[in-house]
């Protein structure tokens, strides 16, 4: 329990670091690259390789990468959507998130179980 | 292309905006480590790359710049969604970054220490970004 309360402080922490760093910076889109920042990792890598090792950390790196392409492509399908049709972004943002769902899927499925 | 700091930027955050960023992020880290935990890191590492902060942040910048044009009299709700993609597509770039981070790591971390390791995909991740949303700038990709 304390370790999970850490992580929480530590994560919200650095989300917050990060966002503000993003809010600053100009143009938008170049704050835009602090909204896929490494924040969770950062977070808990340290943690992690203290109390599991750090053969742990070099799985979910490989597993991350996975993850990182599926963000990608949302983030593509995200900015479409919003640019082409103007919804509001919380819906665009939330109706397509399934997109992450199935490129990790997918690629979990044909990359990292094996 | 005028890349500079805002700093007035950071009066348009409001304390519950904050809050709500501290939420996300410390929930998703706490979700994160719990799939780890429960089913192992292949999965669980999946997770650390998951947009969980992306969805508020877009509606967070949504709403600044509707409360800008508002301000200066103008009904900005197009205006702010547009802002809103221009800011999905720069998160775009930082998700190929994110990419790079996880490479380093996953291949320097075997024979590295996670002290030089750490700064070192740091580095790579914000190399990739700015490259990615450079060449994204430069060929109107």
Redesign the interface.
Known sequence: MP??LA??????????LF??I?????????????????????????L??HQ?G???????????????????V???A???I??RY?????I???AL?PI?FAV?ATL?AIW??K | ???????A??R??KPHE?LT??????????I???I?GRY????????????????????M??THAIERKAAAGAIG??FA???????????????????A???V??KF??THT?ALT?PL??AA?LFV??LC?WL??RFHI
Do not use: Q
């Not at chain 1, 993003?22 to 340290?46: E, H, M, R």
């Not at chain 2, 292309?1 to 700093?7: A, D, S």
């Open positions: 370790d999970l992580r929480f402080l530590i994560g919200g922490l650095v989300v917050i966002s503000i993003g809010d600053i910076f100009k143009p938008k889109s170049l704050g835009g690259i602090f909204a896929a920042a490494p924040t969770i990792a950062l977070a808990s890598i340290t992690t390789a599991h750090t053969a742990c950390v070099t799985v979910e790196a490989r597993s991350m990468i996975a993850g990182a392409l599926a963000f990608f949302y983030a593509c995200v900015s479409f919003l640019m103007r919804p509001r972004s919380l665009a943002a939330g998130a992450w990790a979990y990292l179980r | 292309m005028l890349i500079g700091i805002n700093v930027k950071l348009e955050g904050y960023r501290f939420l996300f992020g410390g929930a998703v880290t706490v994160a480590s719990l780890t192992g890191p292949i999965l669980g590492g999946l997770f650390m790359a998951f947009p969980g902060i992306f969805a508020p942040g877009l509606s910048t949504e709700t197009l969604r547009a802002e809103a993609s221009v800011e999905a597509a720069g998160a775009s770039a930082g998700a190929l970054g994110l990419a981070f996880a490479l790591l996953w971390l075997p996670l750490l995909a740091s991740w970004s700015v949303w994204r700038k």
